[in-house]
């Protein structure tokens, strides 16, 4: 089995065990990510699925990248058509069909523990896509090629523009549509939470999983 399919085969796996943390993130219900929070007000507005939100929002991610690059976009890239479906479909699966029946709503330290845990996975599952470096994440991959574009502009400045507007969006949007509806506010204190604690998470694991010797052989 050569390196490709290795690290495609571990980044694919990664990407499962990510998107299960985002569904266990939503089921916790006290505040997601930035990026999440869009997905869920949409979801709630359009009755749709998260995952299916998600997986049109990653989508658009993917076609913002070749407008922008076009014949530069490199073609290993073009798997995040993949991730983006595959996610979606994880999402869906684990959301709906795995915690669709457990009723945590009544249980605080629960829901706080699934949200505190959720984004100590998600820190680590990222910095191992990110070490791996078989295919980017779409979010991460169209601000990557903004910054590219716009070379004035870094990568930072640009995940952080996209995640006020997003946080922005999300708590604007459902105020307007559900009002003062504490369920369906996706911006909480889990939201700051994810704020706080993931990037350090992310930044940390990357620096163990960049110096690990299998990490190494795999790298793309």
Not at 126 to 146: D, H, S
Not at 152 to 179: E, H, P
């Amino acid at each position: 089995m050569n390196k490709v399919v290795k690290n495609g085969l571990m980044s694919l796996v990664a990407l499962i065990a990510l998107m299960s943390s985002v569904a266990v993130n939503a089921k916790a219900d006290l505040g997601v990510d930035s990026y999440t929070a869009v997905q869920l007000t949409l979801s709630n507005i359009f009755k749709l699925e998260m995952g299916t939100v998600a997986l049109y929002l990653n989508l658009l991610m993917v076609l913002g990248q070749v407008l922008l690059l076009r014949s530069k976009f490199a073609k290993r890239q073009y798997f995040q058509i993949v991730v983006a479906i595959v996610g979606g479909v994880v999402i869906n699966f684990v959301l709906y069909r795995i915690l669709g029946q457990w009723d945590i709503a009544d249980n605080y330290a629960l829901r706080f523990v699934l949200c505190i845990a959720s984004n100590i996975s998600l820190g680590i599952v990222i910095a191992l896509i990110l070490a791996l470096n078989f295919v980017r994440l779409p979010l991460e991959g169209f601000c990557l090629t903004v910054s590219e574009a716009f070379p004035r502009i870094k990568f930072v400045v640009v995940r952080q523009l996209f995640d006020v507007a997003f946080v922005v969006f999300a708590a604007g949007v459902s105020y307007l549509v559900f009002g003062l509806d504490w369920e369906k506010m996706p911006v909480r204190e889990g939201t700051i939470i994810s704020t706080l604690i993931l990037p350090k998470i992310i930044s940390d694991a990357y620096h163990y999983f960049y110096q690990q010797k299998w990490v190494q052989a795999l790298r793309m």
